[in-house]
Each structure stands twice: as structure tokens, then as C-alpha cells.
């Protein structure tokens, strides 16, 4: 399996998070996202994935873009260890978590999104600050709601799902935009957990090859 990534992008490590959680090797593919005016617009990146993002995941020349895709097809085509629950209601509830991040949060803090900031709208670096402090604290909100009804030791319930695989990363990423996640309880306390377990640990954007 090959992994097409980036240290600090955050849905790169969702997927790593999943891989490790399930225990499965793959090839760290490095897609570095500023070098050479990003080489995720490469024409020969872009034909892997069109919407010139990392992560791709290529299984045996099956290639799959989409961190959630990904991690869906990961649980079906790996189910040993599983992160989506069986139980349907639980699985859409997880589902449901994973796209509050994936659609409402992650989307407006990405590089092509801050970079038409200041292209088109020629936002200062104060204007972009206040649009990240903006969304992150609307989206957090919506975490600490749907955690303070489901999370327990883990985002949902006692057993990690593809839920921590979503949370852990927006939080790094919100660090990295100096929001302070601390004002949100359940998200804290979830953090902790998944900061101590092995396999979370060793996806972190600092233990890859590329960090810097
Ligand atoms: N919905 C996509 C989002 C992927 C995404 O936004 N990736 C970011 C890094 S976290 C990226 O590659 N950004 C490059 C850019 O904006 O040029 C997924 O979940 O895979």
C-alpha cells in the first residue's frame, strides 16, 4: 500500500492514524505542499488526485482520494480491527462526526482556501486570523455538542472509531492556527486519551519522514 502525504496535513493523518490503528504497512509517499509551488498541482499528482490533495491511498494499483472514502474502504477491505460501528445508527452517528469536520471545518482553513484570501480579497494577516478564530470556534462548538452526547473515553463511546481519527487531527491543526481548544471540556479530555495511545502517537505529523 502506498500513501500519498503530507507530515502536516490533516487529513494525511487521519489516514494515518487508521493505518496504524489497523496495523497496516504501507510506502510514506511524500507530497510536499509548498515546494516547488506545491507539488500536490503536479500534472502527474494531479492524475492520482484531481482535486490536488493529499491524502491518496494506492492498494494494490486501486488508488482512492478522500480521507473518509479512504478510511471506509480501509474498514471494509481490512476488517480485523474495525473503526466504523456495526450497529447502523452508531455508524451514521460516527459518520456524521466525521463529516462535521470533513465538510465544515477542514475545507475553510486549507491552504487553497487562505491562499484565495489573499489573492482575491487581499485579506491582511489579522483578516485571515479572525476567519480561522471564526470557523474553528463555530465547528468546536459543534464537536462539544455532538462529544458532550457521545464521547466517553473516546469521541464515541469507549472504543476508538474513525470519529478520533477526525478529531485528533482538526485539533492539531487548530493548535497550529493558535486557537485555544481548551475552553472545550470533552474535547480535552478525548485528546488525552488518544494522545496516550502507541499507535495514535506514531502517526503524528512530528514521527514522519518528512517532517521538518
Ligand atoms: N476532503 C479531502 C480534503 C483534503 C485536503 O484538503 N487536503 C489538504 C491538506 S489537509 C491539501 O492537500 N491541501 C493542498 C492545497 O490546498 O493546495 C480529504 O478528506 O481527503
Request: proline share 5%.
Amino acid at each position: 500500500m502506498e500513501l500519498y502525504n503530507y507530515f502536516r496535513s490533516s487529513a494525511s493523518y487521519r489516514v494515518r492514524i487508521a493505518l496504524s490503528l489497523k496495523k497496516l504497512p504501507y510506502d510514506y509517499k511524500v507530497v510536499h505542499l509548498v515546494n516547488n509551488g506545491g507539488e500536490q498541482n503536479s500534472t502527474s499528482y494531479s492524475s492520482l488526485n484531481p482535486m490536488k490533495q493529499v491524502p491518496t491511498l494506492v492498494d494494490n494499483n486501486f488508488s482512492i482520494t478522500q480521507s473518509l472514502v479512504i478510511l471506509e474502504y480501509l474498514d471494509e477491505a481490512y476488517p480485523e480491527i474495525k473503526l466504523f460501528p456495526y450497529n447502523l445508527q452508531d455508524r451514521i452517528r460516527v459518520k456524521e462526526f466525521c463529516e462535521i469536520i470533513n465538510s465544515g471545518i477542514q475545507p475553510l482553513q486549507n491552504l487553497k482556501t487562505t491562499q484565495m484570501l489573499d489573492s482575491i480579497f487581499n485579506a491582511s494577516s489579522s483578516q485571515k486570523n479572525q476567519w480561522m478564530q471564526e470557523w474553528l470556534s463555530h465547528g468546536f462548538r459543534a464537536l462539544e455538542s455532538f462529544m458532550s452526547k457521545h464521547s466517553k473515553t473516546y469521541t464515541f463511546g469507549n472504543s476508538i472509531s474513525a470519529a478520533d481519527c477526525f478529531l485528533l487531527p482538526q485539533i492539531f491543526a487548530a493548535k497550529r492556527f493558535n486557537f485555544n481548544t481548551d475552553n472545550y471540556p470533552n474535547v480535552t479530555r478525548v485528546y488525552n486519551s488518544l494522545s496516550a495511545v502507541k499507535e495514535v502517537q506514531l502517526a503524528h505529523p512530528e514521527k514522519q519522514p518528512d517532517f521538518k
